[in-house]
């Protein structure tokens, strides 16, 4: 009975045979964006790594990357955003980290020129609007004070006349 598969009959342990870069491709099939995938097992508190590939798009290929160490991923991911998935399989805990590959990301200089573009001639037709409003606003005022001061003046002139004869 020293066989410890014989031991731990009747607990959790599962015995499954995976091909880690198999499954790796088969998760980026899936996929819209380039991106790279890291698993590790991470059951025992020190990350090992089991597998990496990635993915470009547009190429439709996928290769299998070398090996990173996990804390060397974490300290100096070569792209961000970083994802990072804690997957229970059997008795294990693996950790999946998603990057993008690099450049897929990146702006494009037409669409940044665009939209400072856009930007820019909305922000001169607001003010303008506003401009042409608040004359609209200010003739108006104008208008209203000099009738108001019409009419005094007419009252006064008319008191005075009153008072005259």
């Known amino acids: 009975m020293n066989n410890p598969l014989q031991q731990k009959r009747g607990t959790s342990l599962a015995l499954i045979v995976i091909r880690v870069p198999a499954l790796l491709h088969q998760a980026l099939t ?47 991911p070569p792209a961000t955003p970083i994802t990072e998935l804690q997957m229970p399989i059997a008795d294990r805990t693996w ?34 609007l506003f401009c042409r409003n608040m004359g609209r606003v200010a003739n108006k005022l104008a208008l209203e004070t000099e009738r108001r001061n019409a009419a005094a003046e007419r009252a006064i002139n008319e008191y005075i006349a009153h008072e005259v004869r």
């Open 95 to 128: 950790t999946m980290v998603i990057l993008p590959t690099e450049g897929t990301y990146e702006p494009t200089l037409i669409y940044v020129v665009l939209g400072g573009t856009l930007i820019f001639c909305a922000t001169i037709f607001l003010v303008v």
């Open 30 to 76: 899936k996929t819209t964006t380039n991106q790279t995938v890291y698993l590790y097992d991470s059951t025992d508190g020190k990350p090992l790594f089991l597998g990496a590939a990635g993915q470009e798009v547009h190429g439709k290929s996928q290769h299998t990357l070398p090996e990173i160490e996990y804390q060397s991923l974490k300290q100096n």
